[in-house]
């Protein structure tokens, strides 16, 4: 009897991944699971911050899809190795602050070490030729093998009879017969798949659950990272504070982060010892955290902006209470700032 | 059988799972983890890894706005 092989499968919460692990899985193969967790791809942060998201929660899609696939699934923090690979990338970004081939690359990259660590024989994607405009194009596929290390262990069921051969295939521990050939951006042929396997439920292709194709998150990182002369080093809590609440850059030493709602509030709470923190003692008014260097003028400056996104912002004078981040803590009278004293070049 | 106390407060989902994880790995089957969060989202995502890997769920609390999950490594 022939020895079972066994193999990981990048396991993204898509529908891709999860087909690809489970054409695999039908030919007799040990799949598992594993998931990289950088810091960004995270689509269930805003929601479990946010107040009115809580009514719902919303799933982990790759536990989720390990659970429907009936694997283990092992989630790796990847947080400080991602770093290079965002701030240096070498294939460069893609529309926003996106460094997917190079990321695709790293994933692959951590497969390797993992499968060698842990005794498994090869790699699973759920890459498509084309499906991708950066990351998942023909010419990128070797590129994606080739510097991650992986090469021929790097097997991608869903187009796989569209590439060379791999060590799986040529092998037999696969049969390449039973592996497809789709190509391009079309979903019809996945959406075919997964009927095939009983699956009526998957998370819809968004171009995945990165925070870093977002526009808006990618405008605040370059802010943030601009604002600190260049020097691109960040941690987890730079990562999250650029989720939550209205960014507003009055000038290059010091921007504020309001909260929109009471679920914010609470989060930025847990920050007040890392930041100078106001909130308006006269009226209600959400919390805000003032991030840089402020001087005592920008502090009024700033009172009087929070004072703006309270229910003060039509008095004439509103109490801004101060913290600072040893806890010390004054109260000030300002005039709320109007609205158009605040030029759209100060919101991030 | 040990009972440990892991305090994932703050942390947002996946780091409350990759913290449970990396604790049962330091655990004897049989062993009780109570993981503290105070992300709702630990409710869904710390059961459904428990069902995947072979943990069972004890018990889950929700009370004052952080959500407790009690498993028994299997």
């Given at each position: 009897m022939s020895m079972q092989r066994k193999a990981v499968a990048l396991i993204s919460g898509g529908l891709d991944s999860m087909l690809a692990a489970k054409t695999v899985m039908e030919q007799g193969v040990h799949v598992e699971g594993i998931n990289f967790f950088t810091?960004?791809?995270?689509?269930?942060h805003t929601h479990a911050i946010r107040?009115?998201?809580?009514?719902k929660l919303k799933r982990n899609n790759s536990l989720w899809v390990a659970e429907q696939l009936g694997i283990k699934l092992h989630i790796v923090d990847v947080i400080e190795d991602y770093k290079n690979v965002l701030i240096n990338p070498r294939h460069g970004y893609g529309?926003?602050?996106?460094p997917c081939l190079d990321c695709k690359i790293f994933m692959v990259k951590k497969a390797r070490q993992w499968i060698a660590e842990n005794g498994f024989d090869f790699i699973i994607t759920g890459e498509v030729i084309g499906?991708?405009?950066?990351?998942?194009?023909k010419a990128t596929m070797p590129i994606v093998a080739r510097e991650s290390g992986a090469d021929d262990l790097?097997?991608?069921?869903?187009?796989?009879?569209?590439l060379p051969a791999t060590l799986p295939e040529r092998e037999g521990?696969?049969?390449?017969?039973?592996?497809h050939a789709i190509t391009g951006r079309s979903r019809k042929p996945q959406m075919e798949m997964a009927e095939q396997f009983g699956f009526d439920d998957y998370a819809q292709p968004?171009?995945?659950?990165?925070?870093?194709?977002?526009a808006s998150y990618s405008s605040k990182l370059v802010d943030l990272w601009k604002a600190r002369e260049d020097n691109k080093d960040y941690d987890l809590d730079d990562v999250m504070l650029l989720k939550v609440g209205r960014h507003i850059r009055p000038q290059q030493n010091f921007k504020l982060i309001v909260a929109r709602e009471e679920g914010e509030g609470r989060f930025l709470q847990g920050y007040k010892k890392d930041f100078i923190s106001m909130n308006s003692v006269s009226h209600s008014g959400p919390l805000v955290l003032v991030d840089g260097s402020p001087s005592a003028e920008d502090l009024y400056l700033a009172a009087s902006i929070t004072a703006r996104y309270g229910?003060?912002?039509?008095?004439e004078q509103v109490d801004i209470n101060i913290m600072s981040k040893d806890g010390s803590e004054r109260t000030i009278q300002v005039k709320p700032l109007l609205a158009e004293n605040m030029p759209q070049a100060w919101f991030i | 059988m040990n009972k440990e106390v892991l305090n994932a407060r703050r942390l947002l989902c996946p780091l409350p799972v990759i913290r449970t994880q990396d604790k049962v790995k330091q655990l004897q089957v049989g062993d009780q983890l109570e993981v503290i969060c105070t992300d709702p989202g630990v409710m869904q995502d710390i059961p459904a890894w428990c069902r995947i890997n072979g943990h069972k769920v004890l018990e889950t609390i929700s009370a004052d706005n952080e959500y407790i999950v009690i498993l028994e490594v299997g």
């Open positions: 810091g960004f791809c995270v689509e269930g107040e009115r998201g809580k009514a529309a926003h602050m996106n499906q991708r405009p950066m990351s998942q194009r790097l097997l991608r069921p869903l187009c796989a009879r569209n521990w696969v049969d390449r017969e039973k592996l968004a171009g995945g659950c990165c925070f870093l194709t977002d229910q003060g912002r039509d008095a | -």
